[in-house]
Each structure stands twice: as structure tokens, then as C-alpha cells.
């Protein structure tokens, strides 16, 4: 259980919307279930990187394309999420999403979004992310 799970709303905006993070991704970073599908395994890495948990990124990451470790930029906060379209079947899936950030503050502060359309595949019974590209509209 993440501090604070049962009454913060997930990261990810939450599935169904405004889920607690308890209810959402909430079990799916701590490694007590595998996410379902390609949605709610998209929602749990974002999920990750916006509490700062770059385990359940790389364990995610299929072993073909991951890299030999994942380091997150704490400077950078990760402020919403948008899921955008998702398509597929059982071996792969496909969600295009848009992610907005922001680091340092003040008038020196930055933010911006990030926008990819991610492929995911199931191996053994579990989804993992395989790579990504930009959205191409
Ligand atoms: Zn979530």
C-alpha cells in the first residue's frame, strides 16, 4: 500500500475517473496484481513514474526493449494524464496518451505535455510495454 492510497485520488485521473489510488493503480505499482490490460497497465506506469517508482517501470518494460535500468528524473512532477484512444486485441495492444509535467518553480519553472502512442504485448499471461512513438496527427 502506497501512504496515502485509500483517500488520494490516482495519478492517473483514475479508472473509472477519480478512483482513489488505493482502487487503481494502487496495487498494480506495489506488485500486489498485474494490470489486466493495456489501459491499466499504461495507467500504472504513469501511475509509477508520478510516485516515484521506477521498479514497476522497468518490471513492466518488456525484456527486449527495456534498458539495463530506469532512472526517473525526480526534478520533473507529472501533473495528469489522458488516455486518448485504446485498441488492440489479446496479444497487443495500443495506447495513445498525452502526459503533461512540470519542474522547478517559480518563474524558473517549466512544464509541457508528452504525447505517445504505446504498444504493448502479452507474454506469459502479462502485458508489457514494448516501445512507443509519437502520435502521427
Ligand atoms: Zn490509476
Do not use: K
Request: aromatic residues 10%; proline residues 8%.
Amino acid at each position: 500500500m502506497i501512504p496515502g492510497g485509500a483517500t488520494q485520488s490516482c495519478p492517473c485521473g483514475g479508472l473509472p475517473a477519480g478512483a482513489t489510488l488505493a482502487t487503481c493503480c494502487g496495487p498494480f505499482v506495489t506488485r500486489e496484481t498485474w494490470p489486466p490490460t493495456p489501459e491499466t497497465l499504461m495507467r500504472s506506469r504513469y501511475t509509477a513514474y508520478a510516485v516515484g517508482n521506477p521498479d514497476h517501470v522497468f518490471r513492466t518494460w518488456h525484456p527486449e526493449t527495456r534498458p539495463a535500468e530506469v532512472d526517473l528524473d525526480s526534478s520533473v512532477e507529472w501533473i495528469g494524464l489522458r488516455v486518448v484512444e485504446v485498441s488492440g486485441d489479446d496479444v497487443e495492444g495500443v495506447v495513445e496518451f498525452t502526459a503533461r509535467w512540470r519542474s522547478g518553480a517559480g518563474s524558473a519553472g517549466q512544464s509541457g505535455a508528452m504525447s505517445e502512442r504505446s504498444t504493448f504485448v502479452r507474454r506469459a499471461g502479462r502485458w508489457f510495454y514494448r516501445d512507443g512513438v509519437a502520435p502521427s496527427d
